[in-house]
């Protein structure tokens, strides 16, 4: 294909070596169709994910823990509960993602956790919050994962990241909006006969509902089923993913072979102990934020109200520093960064008494916790190839992120308020620890590079590029890790 010699440079795509081989104008159009019409879907589900597992904190500071009469150790179990039916679901499901299709599997988890959300408002014991939350998890446990493979499938390695940044600004989205949307909720207390905490499951379960089912009639199964893409550029699509190192797989057969390749990478385990460390951070605020927001001192909506301007402000952060990321094809220093912005929060939060400063410690927890978690998400999935070590890496990242998200449940016990000394020393640790892995991580990704500087990189061999990649992945010499 020849290059346009007229397009902009706001349309030029970055950091692609063989200029020569790909359609700009092509690939610029389809990478701003799938802007329009692709990320926003998968980052609505992921909104609706993230808020309906995560709005229980919400109705917990509203009264739920008090009129089903649970015990701290009893509300910190249905917070378990939820992780290891959501643990267990999500390698299989993921793989399965390829086979049952993405646009059937994505809709239908949709809508299956939706109910479930919606039928917690009607729980009138324990039990049923167990039932619930162990449902909710089966539900929800593979949409991360099969969300972000579904994009990497779409999106190829060198602008990815500012895609996840925009996608993973749900979860700060969520968090500033399960706030606003709670303490209007709120206002319904009494309506039916039913308490305020009960409207939030039923009308946030009900809107999932609703949402999962339009996604039924809009969600491509791939880049061939794409409708407002046209042909030169799915051309253009499929050629960068072949010249960044990476491939579509829509052709690539299940091969435990790949699955093994994943686990034999020593940067998949590297990512893997940085998302515990992101899980229990990100969690914890997550399931906590109201409860801390209520020890400074905050009363009734206002505690929800005061919730939501951390997660505004963390939503800008990630978006900028992926953005950044993708310029620079680097990870490790805005990782490390964004770790260091969370301890200092957690220092500040130890170091003072003054509510203004406590609160104002808060905002650098959630903007480094919520930053990070795009920039991991990116990572493992940019190093791993081909199709199925992709997949096994993503899920086993978020398997661990998710292990963190069980411990998190377990940090804020009542008799730690208002101060939770125990769960901000862990946080810091674990976040002093994802700065020291992110460095070795990077690190061992150069001399990678480094050490196959002499071989003909993927952009300037395409002629066999596919598939040698489909059998070797990034042990081929030819790929290039991005540190």
Request: include cysteine.
């Given at each position: ?65 008090t ?5 701290n ?16 679901a ?8 390829k ?26 014991s ?80 009900l ?12 969600l491509?199964q ?19 993913h072949?010249i ?42 997550a ?185 070797l ?11």
């Amino acid at each position: 294909m020849d290059v346009p010699v007229d397009v902009p440079p706001d349309n030029k795509v970055q950091d692609i070596q063989v200029d020569q081989q790909v359609n700009h104008r092509a690939l610029s159009s389809a990478l701003r169709k799938l802007d329009l019409f692709l990320l926003p879907i998968a980052t609505i589900a992921y909104f609706l994910n993230f808020l309906d597992r995560s709005n229980i904190g919400n109705a917990k500071a509203a009264g739920l823990q008090t009129d089903l009469k649970l015990t701290n150790r009893q509300y910190s179990i249905a917070l378990t509960v939820t992780y290891v039916p959501y643990i267990v679901a999500e390698l299989p499901l993921t793989l399965a993602m390829k086979r049952v299709g993405p646009h059937i599997l994505i809709p239908t988890l949709v809508v299956s956790w939706g109910l479930v959300t919606l039928f917690q408002g009607f729980v009138h014991s324990y039990g049923g919050l167990i039932a619930a939350r162990f449902f909710l998890g089966l539900t929800e446990g593979a949409i991360l994962p099969g969300l972000v493979t579904y994009l990497s499938s779409f999106y190829h390695r060198q602008v990815l990241g500012k895609r996840l940044a925009f996608f993973f600004s749900a979860t700060s989205l969520a968090g500033a909006f399960s706030g606003l949307l709670a303490s209007a909720i709120l206002n319904m207390e009494g309506v039916s006969g039913k308490r305020g905490w009960q409207w939030i499951f039923i009308l946030e379960g009900l809107l999932t509902v609703v949402c999962g089912a339009i996604t039924f009639f809009i969600l491509p199964q791939d880049l061939s089923t794409a409708r407002y893409l046209t042909i030169e550029e799915r051309d253009a699509l499929r050629l960068a993913h072949e010249i960044d190192g990476g491939a579509t797989a829509a052709h690539e057969r299940f091969s435990f072979k790949h699955m093994v390749q994943a686990m034999r990478s020593p940067q998949l385990w590297m990512v893997f102990a940085m998302f515990f460390g992101n899980g229990v951070t990100l969690y914890s605020l997550a399931y906590f934020a109201p409860t801390i927001v209520q020890g400074l001192g905050y009363k009734g909506i206002s505690i929800q109200l005061h919730s939501v301007p951390p997660y505004a402000c963390s939503a800008f952060v990630a978006v900028v520093a992926c953005y950044m990321s993708d310029r620079l094809r680097h990870r490790g220093s805005f990782i490390v960064g964004a770790s260091i912005i969370s301890i200092i929060g957690y220092a500040m939060f130890l170091g003072s008494t003054n509510h203004h400063t406590l609160y104002g410690s808060l905002f650098l927890q959630v903007i480094g916790a919520y930053t990070m978690a795009p920039l991991l998400s990116t990572w493992m999935p940019n190093n791993l190839a081909p199709y199925y070590t992709r997949v096994t890496g993503i899920a086993f990242g978020f398997i661990s992120t998710n292990s963190g998200g069980i411990l998190s449940t377990w940090l804020f016990p009542t008799t730690d308020a208002p101060r939770y000394k125990k769960a901000t020393w862990t946080a810091m640790g674990l976040s002093i620890s994802i700065v020291v892995l992110a460095i070795m991580n990077s690190i061992f990704l150069a001399i990678q590079n480094k050490n196959r500087g002499t071989v003909p990189t993927v952009q300037e061999n395409l002629e066999d590029s596919v598939n040698s990649l489909d059998d070797l992945g990034d042990k081929d010499p030819r790929f290039r890790y991005i540190t």
